[in-house]
């Protein structure tokens, strides 16, 4: 009969599962709950030692897994996996794949599935599944399909493919290292390829023929072309159309088609709405709406919608109209902006781009924005509206630091994408 763990057993149980709960909460970084967890771990060990059959566990012990041969390889891939995804070293396959899609969906179905299976063979699936994301759901709202229908395959066929290697997942590395260091004979790269092959094939026949139909159907928020519901800040000035008149007459300029949520003054001084406040230079009024009517709002007000206090250095801030572009940027983890903000991290001085507004996405726990956008803490999934010209949407867009989807171009690849395939190669 197998033995209770003993006080350290179940600490480390407890442990494990404070570790979890700490995972799934958003505003807790993943590496700030990881290094808790492991600094935890080893004051407790250090203040009350373990010993078994007379030898002591020395806490440093832990720390001793960072330098495993396999986790170093799963960081190497890792590394030349998101290379190939911020070069769009892969783009052009993504590209022939969107072609094929428009002429015959169903064997650039197969051909999308068979694909996958066998770039993940060899890369992190993760870098895979960001290259065709845009592509397969652009091609679920054209054919009117559910997106999980396209996307959960190859997912599931990434997960297959990558069982084919020795470095096609973490848990293969992981595996086959330990199994060496316990004495065993050592798995060859592609000893796990005949088998999968085998039973992989038969999978991926499966998801293509198959698995579309079982899933559910589902109303997905990205089917709502809708555009989407910004906040900004339109900024008074002595020029304005609006300044000088009572906040009624202002509204009366748009034809009362302006939300406005609040007006402020000086330092985030808010002024009640009355109809009777008279609007002046330096007031700033918040409102919600769309791109196209936020930009009808400035042209009708003769505002701003963005301070041109500390613009002075960006080029082409105020170049001509027809030379300016809107685009959408998303705020990702890992990215510049998460956990940032649009003045700390100088994103006006470092691409040029003008923010304009920001769209958050109500769910469950979301903070509102208020206040300023550029002093709001962005954090995943947000969208900032930013407005520049075609070659500053390019450049950041080649700079592989955000997510641009004003979709005017196509992603272009950049100077270093031949270079991240011959660093895979």
């Not at 769209?359 to 509102?368: I, K, N, Q, V």
């Amino acid at each position: 009969m197998a033995s209770l763990p003993g006080a350290h057993g179940v600490f480390v149980l407890l442990l494990t599962i404070v570790a979890l709960y700490l995972f799934t909460r958003d505003r807790l970084p993943l590496e700030a709950s990881g290094l808790t967890i492991l600094i935890v771990l080893l004051i407790v060990f250090e203040l009350f030692p373990y010993e078994a059959d007379g030898v002591r566990l020395v806490p440093t012990s832990f720390l001793s897994g960072f330098g495993h041969e396999a986790l170093i390889t799963i960081c190497a891939l890792m590394i030349i996996g998101t290379g190939l995804e911020v070069t769009g070293a892969l783009q052009p396959l993504a590209a022939g794949l969107a072609k094929a899609w428009n002429a015959k969906p169903k064997l650039a179905s197969l051909a999308t599935l068979a694909i996958s299976g066998i770039l993940s063979a060899f890369l992190n699936n993760t870098p895979i599944v960001v290259m065709l994301l845009p592509m397969l759901v652009g091609v679920a709202l054209r054919n009117k399909l559910a997106p999980s229908s396209l996307l959960m395959p190859v997912g599931f066929a990434t997960l297959v493919g990558g069982m084919a290697t020795t470095i096609g997942t973490s848990t293969n590395l992981l595996v086959v290292a330990i199994a060496a260091d316990l004495g065993l004979e050592p798995f060859e790269m592609f000893d796990f390829t005949v088998p999968v092959l085998l039973v992989g094939s038969i999978g991926v026949l499966y998801l293509w023929l198959v698995a579309p139909r079982l899933l559910p159907e589902r109303e997905q928020p990205l089917s709502d072309r809708a555009p989407r519901v910004f906040n900004a800040m339109l900024h008074i000035n002595d020029a304005s159309k609006a300044c000088g008149l009572n906040f009624a007459e202002c509204l009366s300029l748009t034809s009362n088609e302006m939300r406005v949520d609040r007006i402020e003054r000086g330092e985030g001084l808010a002024v009640t709405k009355l109809p009777s406040v008279t609007i002046g230079a330096g007031d700033r009024l918040a409102v919600r709406d769309t791109p196209e009517r936020l930009k009808e709002f400035e042209k009708q007000l003769g505002a701003k919608l963005y301070s041109e206090t500390g613009l002075e250095d960006i080029a082409d801030a105020s170049a001509a109209a027809e030379q300016q572009f809107l685009a959408e940027i998303v705020v990702t983890r890992g990215s510049l902006l998460h956990r940032g903000t649009l003045t700390s991290t100088r994103f006006a001085q470092r691409t040029g781009l003008i923010p304009l507004a920001l769209h958050r996405a109500r769910e469950a726990g979301s903070e509102e924005i208020s206040g300023n956008i550029e002093t709001t803490r962005l954090r995943a999934g947000d969208v900032v509206l930013v407005q520049g010209t075609r070659a500053q949407l390019e450049s950041l867009k080649g700079s592989g630091t955000a997510l641009v989807l004003d979709g005017t171009t196509d992603l272009p690849t950049t100077h270093r994408a031949n270079r991240a395939l011959a660093i895979m190669s």
